[in-house]
């Protein structure tokens, strides 16, 4: 444990130096030196199972090429899941240890992203989205290449995961990081670095300080079982927000790494100003306040998020076609077993997939109220109810990610009358019986021309990341920019 912390917070100085190295070799050379030693440091010989998958890949990328989207899938997950098993992670991770399957599970990845893109370089254009044609591999790289994108100063430690072809164009200075382009100041990248790591720190000292209250058992002790209903209900909440901030400490420090090696560098916002979000994986207030669970993906481990997206759900969806509920509910059990194979996480993925059902309905029904009623989805009292909605069915749901074991998930969701499925399927069945009424078509002209995303007929990849009558997040929105501008490079 103490080793890992470490090994984490020297990832910040180490990505402050990378940005001083002034060639390509010299920056692929040192990312994969740093990386090593940094993961070498906590998890000993442990490192070496990542060399497992990492190499398989790149052989069956440079064999195989026509088949190495799928190859690359079954060999990091099969890998993956051994590992878990052999590890017994989740029951690891419960009690507060850190060990290597943590790395193999971003490395996981990593690989599977890489693998597919350089498949989908065989693919024509019209055949590609657009995130696909701005991120597919044309040329294999070369093995110094890869074990730097592999170990990437430390990368694996907590994420985020990343594109080949966005690390490639990083160390060489391509597209975003071009110094012939406009690039910030030194100073305010600095600042921005160390308020990511001050945030860190908050987080670290708020979960440390109420996890001694707040356990995760105590909803399965004699106490909690005591008390009434609405009792039960807030400690059941409260105990996985103080979870949570244990990974907003994680990602806030990674991000921090990446901030000030530059990587994180995400172009300029309306005022000019730089961002430094592009592997922004969480925004605290966004998921504690949110009031549409559908909104969750865009501001909670928003990486994986979009790998998720970008290479099962979309890809899930046949062309020309709208996605299923059954697509997200496969999307979302995808999730659950690269965590691991414990029943905890399959049902709180399984029951995620309804909780953004549930939400996408409610966004239904508002859209179809019309014009006049435009006022509700700013109605104060109705925006809290949302809030309470969300919050509660999402850590009610989340308690299993935390519990694990199949019995102790049920004896804790029995301890509240199973309550927040029953509210997920109560909307998602009322919906069934009265489906929300179609936008007039003047309404949903004036729905899209002032912001708005008219209705939806189905679940799709928007509706995951349904905004509620609000513009999509500056993260989505702007992402085709910043790849246009390294496809322009390259």
Same mark, same amino acid.
């Given at each position: 444990?103490?080793? %890992?912390?470490?090994?984490?917070?020297?990832?910040?100085?180490?990505?402050?130096?990378?940005?001083?190295?002034?060639?390509?070799?010299?920056?692929?050379?040192?990312?994969?030196?740093?990386?090593?030693?940094? /993961?070498?440091?906590?998890?000993?010989?442990?490192?070496?199972?990542?060399?497992?998958?990492?190499?398989?890949?790149?052989?069956?990328?440079?064999?195989?090429?026509?088949?190495?989207?799928?190859?690359?899938? *079954?060999?990091?997950?099969?890998?993956?899941?051994?590992?878990?098993? &052999?590890?017994?992670?989740?029951?690891?991770?419960?009690?507060?240890?850190?060990?290597?399957?943590?790395?193999?599970?971003?490395?996981?990845?990593?690989?599977?992203?890489?693998?597919?893109?350089?498949?989908?370089?065989?693919?024509?254009?019209?055949?590609?989205?657009?995130?696909? +044609?701005?991120?597919?591999?044309?040329?294999?790289?070369?093995?110094?290449?890869?074990?730097?994108?592999?170990?990437?100063?430390?990368?694996?430690?907590?994420?985020?995961?990343?594109?080949?072809?966005?690390?490639?164009?990083?160390?060489?200075?391509?597209?975003?990081? $071009?110094?012939?382009?406009?690039?910030?100041?030194?100073?305010?990248?600095?600042?921005?670095?160390?308020?990511? %790591?001050?945030?860190?720190?908050?987080?670290?000292?708020?979960?440390?300080?109420?996890?001694?209250? =707040?356990?995760?058992?105590?909803?399965?002790?004699?106490?909690?079982?005591?008390?009434?209903?609405?009792?039960?209900?807030?400690?059941?909440?409260?105990?996985?927000? *103080?979870?949570?901030?244990?990974?907003?400490?994680?990602?806030?420090?990674?991000?921090?790494?990446?901030?000030?090696?530059?990587?994180?560098?995400?172009?300029? $916002?309306?005022?000019?100003?730089?961002?430094?979000?592009?592997? &922004?994986?969480?925004?605290?207030?966004?998921?504690?306040?949110?009031?549409?669970?559908?909104?969750?993906?865009?501001?909670?481990?928003?990486?994986?998020?979009?790998?998720?997206?970008?290479?099962?759900?979309?890809?899930?969806?046949?062309?020309?076609?709208?996605?299923?509920?059954?697509?997200?509910?496969?999307? +979302?059990?995808?999730?659950?077993?690269?965590?691991?194979? !414990?029943?905890?996480?399959?049902?709180?993925?399984?029951?995620?997939? %309804? /909780?953004?059902?549930?939400?996408?309905?409610?966004?239904?029904?508002?859209?179809?109220?019309?014009?006049?009623?435009?006022?509700?989805?700013? %109605?104060?009292?109705?925006?809290?109810?949302?809030?309470?909605?969300?919050? !509660?069915?999402?850590?009610?749901?989340?308690?299993?990610?935390? =519990?694990?074991?199949?019995?102790?998930?049920?004896?804790?969701?029995?301890? *509240?009358?199973? =309550?927040?499925?029953?509210?997920?399927?109560?909307?998602?069945?009322?919906?069934?019986?009265?489906?929300?009424?179609?936008?007039?078509?003047?309404?949903?002209?004036?729905?899209?021309?002032?912001?708005?995303?008219?209705?939806?007929?189905?679940?799709?990849?928007? $509706?995951?990341?349904?905004?509620?009558?609000?513009?999509?997040?500056?993260?989505?929105?702007?992402?085709?920019? +910043?790849?246009?501008?390294? =496809?322009?490079?390259?």
């Amino acid at each position: 444990m103490l080793r %890992f912390a470490i090994s984490f917070v020297a990832s910040v100085p180490v990505g402050f130096l990378f940005k001083f190295v002034p060639t390509v070799k010299g920056r692929h050379i040192y990312a994969i030196i740093t990386g090593f030693a940094l /993961l070498y440091y906590p998890f000993g010989n442990g490192v070496l199972h990542l060399l497992v998958p990492s190499i398989l890949t790149y052989l069956v990328m440079l064999q195989v090429r026509e088949n190495s989207a799928t190859l690359s899938w *079954v060999i990091n997950f099969a890998y993956l899941i051994a590992c878990h098993v &052999a590890a017994s992670s989740g029951s690891k991770w419960k009690e507060g240890q850190v060990d290597f399957t943590g790395a193999m599970m971003v490395l996981a990845l990593k690989l599977i992203s890489a693998g597919v893109s350089y498949q989908d370089g065989l693919r024509k254009a019209e055949d590609l989205t657009p995130y696909q +044609q701005a991120h597919k591999l044309t040329q294999m790289p070369s093995m110094l290449e890869w074990m730097s994108f592999v170990f990437a100063s430390g990368n694996l430690l907590a994420g985020p995961y990343f594109e080949l072809s966005d690390y490639l164009n990083f160390i060489q200075r391509k597209g975003p990081w $071009d110094p012939k382009s406009k690039q910030p100041s030194a100073a305010k990248q600095y600042k921005a670095g160390a308020l990511r %790591f001050v945030k860190a720190l908050v987080c670290l000292g708020v979960h440390f300080f109420f996890v001694q209250y =707040l356990p995760v058992d105590i909803v399965l002790s004699d106490w909690y079982n005591s008390q009434g209903m609405l009792k039960k209900m807030a400690v059941m909440w409260l105990v996985v927000v *103080v979870y949570r901030f244990k990974y907003y400490f994680a990602w806030a420090v990674s991000e921090a790494a990446l901030i000030f090696s530059g990587f994180c560098f995400n172009g300029y $916002d309306d005022k000019g100003e730089a961002r430094w979000d592009r592997y &922004a994986n969480t925004r605290i207030r966004k998921v504690e306040f949110g009031t549409s669970a559908s909104e969750l993906p865009q501001h909670w481990n928003t990486c994986t998020g979009s790998f998720l997206r970008r290479y099962v759900y979309e890809r899930l969806t046949p062309k020309g076609k709208k996605a299923t509920f059954k697509t997200l509910l496969m999307t +979302q059990l995808v999730s659950g077993i690269w965590h691991g194979l !414990f029943a905890g996480y399959a049902l709180f993925f399984a029951s995620s997939a %309804f /909780l953004f059902e549930s939400s996408k309905v409610i966004y239904r029904y508002e859209q179809g109220l019309g014009k006049r009623w435009d006022f509700l989805r700013t %109605f104060p009292p109705l925006l809290f109810i949302k809030f309470l909605y969300t919050g !509660f069915v999402l850590n009610y749901s989340a308690i299993a990610f935390l =519990l694990l074991d199949f019995s102790l998930s049920m004896k804790a969701w029995r301890s *509240v009358h199973f =309550l927040g499925h029953f509210l997920m399927l109560a909307i998602i069945l009322v919906s069934m019986v009265n489906p929300p009424r179609r936008p007039r078509k003047k309404d949903a002209v004036n729905a899209s021309q002032e912001g708005t995303p008219p209705i939806k007929t189905g679940p799709t990849v928007a $509706d995951i990341t349904a905004t509620n009558g609000k513009a999509p997040h500056k993260d989505e929105a702007t992402w085709t920019q +910043q790849d246009a501008a390294c =496809l322009k490079s390259e």
